[in-house]
């Protein structure tokens, strides 16, 4: 088979299918992947924060000083680049004095948004902030526009990033910390255009100029990134409101985008697990359509401040909850399903990184698409995390760009691309990553080696399954997890590499 060459120095990868198919680059550098495009969402919602990131200092599950010891390490373990809190729509609810000071004499509140659960508050400012000192991540805190108030917002400031004598700062003294914290990210509203106060994107834009000017005078002058609250998936509205009258008071705008099996939020999404190809076909599907919308969004950007960065701060896969959980906690099993949608979403924020700033799957533990699951004592590892860990070499790599027409898969008359991919560069070393998304057929992969000199495979990891509902559970925790691939050779120069249906390799390039 002839392969055809881009400058003289590209490389051809060829997807073996009913159809050949070639990738091709000419090997160049283009953008850097940040790695905040893996963060992290951790909302009070359900168990995502007591029991999951929090079970107190006096619980029977081993802690360290009351998080959670198999979370935290997990996390660690996991190198999460940044973590938003409180919210999501609880932010818009949240008063920070309640979370501060003695836990004893905190008052409870009522969680409003998620299932009327009481929180005792336990949890706080100085929780988050010391949590994320010790995973050594950024902080991304989202501010009550919805209920709260600019005094409010500028108390907080003060209180988390103060040094003058003044009564905020030193209530943080008094209440142990010394040093002020840093905030590195700061969410101005949440879905201000619904559970964060119904509005407008006119009315919300003045709301947003104002939160925003006074954001920067009472930061002491650390003056953390500024993210608005932006578009709810395809409103393109929403973004050319926003920037066209408050485009020059942000540095970030937020997009959220979910999947549902069954995109109905009124009724049935779909289960979590005993699915058909169907519910699997159509989050893939719709998965990719990320793909199409990014762009949109980044061009309404580049027409009025091309220096704003839009934020996917909260993504992945929404379905019914567990069946016998409680109403509104959102619990969801994860299956090699959702490990594909991630790694395939991944590939399209690698594309377009150059204008992302951050991404946040929703959410960290026991919400929606966790890493973790917890139940008692026990915890597990999910398909999502296992992707997240796998696709960490890409975090602050230089992105190659790929071109192809890859094979369809076909189910009930509906095709998509069933091949995804990137090709990333860091410290010399090249790292190819390739999902195959159909459920049935085998892809075959050869990539020419010489424009970037590599002449071996490196370590070299897949993740699959025998079913795209496969999950691990508590019982049997390591069904899907990354593990040791030998379905790649390397022959004259040329990397082959046999991809089963559903699955999703890492191959480092030597």
């Known amino acids: 088979m002839k392969r055809q060459f881009l400058l003289g120095a590209a490389l051809a990868l060829t997807v073996s299918a009913s159809a050949q198919t070639k990738l091709l680059t000419n090997g160049q550098e283009a953008h850097q992947i940040p790695a905040e495009i893996y963060g992290q969402f951790a909302e009070h919602l359900g168990r995502c924060i007591y029991d999951g990131i929090w079970v107190g200092k006096n619980s029977n599950i081993p802690n360290q000083d009351g998080y959670r010891t198999d979370v935290f390490n997990a996390l660690k373990d996991l190198q999460i680049p940044v973590l938003r809190w409180p919210g999501g729509c609880f932010a818009d609810t949240y008063h920070w004095r309640d979370g501060i000071g003695p836990a004893d004499k905190r008052p409870k509140i009522k969680n409003v948004f998620w299932g009327g659960t ?60 010394e040093k002020p914290y840093k905030i590195d990210f700061m969410g101005i509203g949440n879905e201000s255009w619904g559970c964060g106060g119904n509005m407008r994107p006119e009315y919300y834009a003045d709301v ?92 309404i950007i580049a027409k009025y401040k091309k220096s704003v960065k839009l934020d996917v701060d909260e993504w992945g896969i929404w379905t019914d909850q567990e069946p016998g959980t409680i109403p509104g906690h959102l619990y ?68 190659i760009p790929l071109s192809f027409h890859s094979p369809k898969y076909t189910f009930n008359g509906e095709s998509i691309d069933a091949i995804s991919a ?37 370590k070299a990891e897949i993740i699959t399954s025998k079913s795209f509902a496969d999950y ?27 991809l089963p249906p559903m699955s999703v390799v890492t191959i480092e390039l030597l």
């Not at 779909?270 to 989050?283: A, I, L, N």
């Not at 090709?423 to 190819?432: A, E, N, T």
């Not at 390739?434 to 071996?456: C, F, G, M, Y």
């Open 208 to 299: 947003f100029r104002q939160y925003s000017c006074y954001a920067y005078l009472y930061n002491n002058h650390t003056n953390p990134v500024r993210v608005a609250s932006g578009s709810n998936d395809f409103d393109y509205n929403w973004t050319e409101v926003l920037l066209k009258n408050a485009g020059e008071h942000m540095d970030h705008i937020s997009l959220h985008y979910y999947v549902l099996p069954i995109r109905d939020w009124n009724g049935s999404k779909g289960p979590d697990r005993g699915f058909g190809e169907d519910h699997y076909f159509g989050v893939i599907r719709d998965g990719y359509k990320m793909g199409d919308m990014i762009p949109k969004h980044l061009d």
């Open 472 to 498: 691990n559970s508590f019982d049997n925790p390591n069904v899907i997890k990354a593990v040791p691939f030998n379905g790649a050779t390397v022959k004259k120069g040329e990397l082959t590499v046999k």
């Open 422 to 458: 990137t090709l990333s560069k860091k410290d010399g070393v090249y790292h190819l990553s390739v999902t195959n998304v159909d459920s049935k057929k085998e892809n075959t992969v050869t990539l020419d080696l010489s424009a970037i000199n590599a002449t071996a495979t490196g």
């Open 332 to 399: 969801q099993q994860n299956t090699l399903r959702d490990a594909l949608l991630a790694s395939t979403t991944f590939d399209i924020f690698h594309k377009y990184a150059y204008g992302l700033g951050m991404c946040n799957i929703a959410q960290v533990v026991n919400v929606l698409q966790s890493m973790v699951l917890t139940k008692g004592d026990k915890m597990i590892l999910t398909p999502t995390y296992h992707v997240f860990k796998m696709y960490a070499v890409h975090q602050n790599a230089k992105y």
């Open 118 to 177: 009481m929180e005792d508050n336990s949890f706080g400012t100085d929780e988050f902030f010391t949590l994320c000192e010790r995973l050594g991540c950024k902080t991304y805190l989202s501010v009550n526009v919805g209920t709260g108030s600019v005094r409010d917002m500028t108390d907080w400031l003060e209180y988390i990033t103060g040094t003058d004598d003044c009564p905020n700062v030193n209530l943080r003294k008094q209440n142990g910390r």
